[in-house]
């Protein structure tokens, strides 16, 4: 029965169609419809799966007089709006410090303690502001949780093996791989798991759903460690430094990359070198939004420290986005993997090339102006899978980067496909099956999330990791960074 159910699910969903009814039962514009991106990531001149309508470009304010870039009189009058309180921090910060980095912007924005976006509220499933690949079906995290098995199978069935998931959201991923895992004994008594989280408001929920109901820690903001009711221990952390690098460790990153900060660089003709995008103060009377974005007057320091990632040259006025955050943290997870093993897992939407122009805010699964009301509204960028790679490949020790895959190709390795016919042959109702059939549909269609999201493993060199049969070898680059 279930087959006829699956040619008539599928058929009837529009492939062009960038509103679905979703799994949590309402019609949102998530962030995985079917695009027709250019190479500029979230082009403004095309569509972007993350939200609907247009996306916005950093448009730039020149000084261009020989005088200071600060106006002689300050304007309030003619904004778009009131100055918020953290506007208004913002702006005592660039007026102590000069102009920010885009890369501090994103992080006063998204983590600042006060008013960050994602501090003080739940931003996933129906009341947030998208929607995540584990909220969409429980598939997911079941193929998630056989690949972590897999892969610590590969890596000779370890006596002890932590598991830390960075960004974990509302915990719904972590649940699925506790849940489906518990049939491998070996392996489930083996595990530890720790939760990378900045946000209060969502340590509370994850704390809500995967510990013991009775477990102190839920009702208690300072009480880090917990345990589920199958006795799994899980501890909170705000920085991968707070995870103990003695032990094999599977590090899980989906939808985390696409959050950290990034620098922007622009080509100036004139320099003849990279300059810097910065974020400074508007209290000019031409503007709509007290922040402004600004060009360094000349290569900044940061600009000098990552030129071998930079173009040679670039035409005048040529942007790029360079996550160095999200370099440096993969470095990381490579030294952390040579030293005491294990592997890593980074699933997000991207290119296996450099982004020039993805940056985008979203509020109410709308793109708005980056500066509209700082931290109202989501940030996020198309991850540089390309770059990834190449900057773990250049620590030249016992790891690798393999990949990307498209998320539908891993997805489908990992053995998605029998698992949703062992699952919908357990359905007795046409509606759970035909929800289960949407879901899976979502994850892997090419028209959807299936090639939109890729998929990026780091490993011991020894590993064959499961999912990445496709990936390409990347012979010339090899051959590059060993020179």
């Known amino acids: 029965m279930y087959k006829s159910i699956i040619q008539n699910t599928l058929k009837s969903c529009s492939k062009s169609s960038k509103i679905y009814k979703n799994v949590l039962g309402h019609n949102i514009v998530n962030r995985y419809y079917s695009s027709n991106n250019n190479d500029n990531g979230a082009s403004p001149t095309g569509s972007d799966h993350r939200a609907q309508g247009k996306g916005k470009e950093i448009v730039l304010s020149f000084d261009k007089s020989d005088m200071s870039q600060f106006p002689r009189t300050i304007n309030k009058v003619n904004k778009k709006y ?4 953290f506007e208004k921090y913002l702006q005592d910060v660039t007026k102590v410090k000069g102009p920010m980095s885009v890369d501090t912007f994103i992080r006063e924005v998204l983590t600042n303690p006060k008013f960050g976006y994602y501090m003080n509220r739940d931003v996933f499933g129906k009341g947030g502001d998208f929607v995540t690949a584990p909220e969409i079906s429980n598939l997911f995290g079941e193929i998630l949780g056989i690949w972590c098995v897999a892969t610590w199978e590969q890596m000779g069935r370890p006596k002890k093996l932590n598991i830390v998931e960075m960004g974990p959201g509302r ?16 392996f489930y008594s ?17 704390k809500e759903k995967l510990l013991y109901f009775k477990d102190p820690a839920i009702n208690f903001d300072d009480k880090t460690v917990g345990k589920t009711p199958e006795g799994v221990k899980i501890t909170w952390v705000s920085r991968l430094d707070d995870v103990p690098d003695t032990t094999p460790t599977l590090f899980l990153a989906q939808e985390f990359y696409d959050a950290l ?20 103060e508007d209290i000019t009377a031409s503007n709509d939004y007290h922040l402004r974005f600004v060009q360094s007057r000349g290569s900044t320091a940061m600009a000098t420290a990552v030129k071998n990632y930079l173009p040679e040259f670039g035409i005048d006025g040529y942007q790029v986005e360079l996550g160095v955050a999200g370099l440096a943290i993969s470095q990381l997870i490579s030294k952390r993997i040579e030293k005491s093993g294990g592997a890593a897992l980074i699933i997000d939407y991207g290119y296996d090339k450099i982004v020039k122009n993805s940056l985008q ?4 699964h709308e793109f708005v102006e980056l500066l509209d009301k700082p931290g109202s509204a ?32 891993f997805l489908k390795e990992c053995g998605i496909e029998p698992r949703l016919m062992n699952l919908l042959d357990k359905l007795d109702s046409k509606e759970k099956m035909e929800e289960l059939i949407l879901g899976y549909k979502r994850l892997v269609d090419p028209a959807e999330m299936g090639t939109t999201y890729k998929v ?21 680059e090899d051959l590059m960074l060993d020179k």
């Open 82 to 85: 009131p100055i918020t309180e």
């Open 171 to 186: 915990g719904t991923l972590m649940k699925d791989i506790l849940r489906s895992t518990k049939v491998f004994k070996d």
């Open 190 to 206: 083996a595990i530890s798991v720790y939760m990378l989280e900045a946000s209060p408001a969502l340590k509370k929920i994850q």
């Open 261 to 280: 900060p990034i620098h922007v660089f622009r080509f100036s003709k004139d320099l003849n070198t990279w300059c810097e995008v910065l974020v400074d």
């Open 361 to 364: 805010a979203i509020r109410n």
């Open 378 to 409: 989501d940030l996020s960028v198309w991850v540089d899978f390309q770059t990834l790679r190449r900057c773990v490949k250049m620590m030249k020790n016992k790891t690798t980067a393999i990949g990307p895959v498209d998320q539908g190709i």
């Open 456 to 476: 990026i493993t780091i490993c011991d060199k020894s590993i064959v990791p499961v999912g990445f049969s496709t990936a390409k070898s990347y012979d010339d």
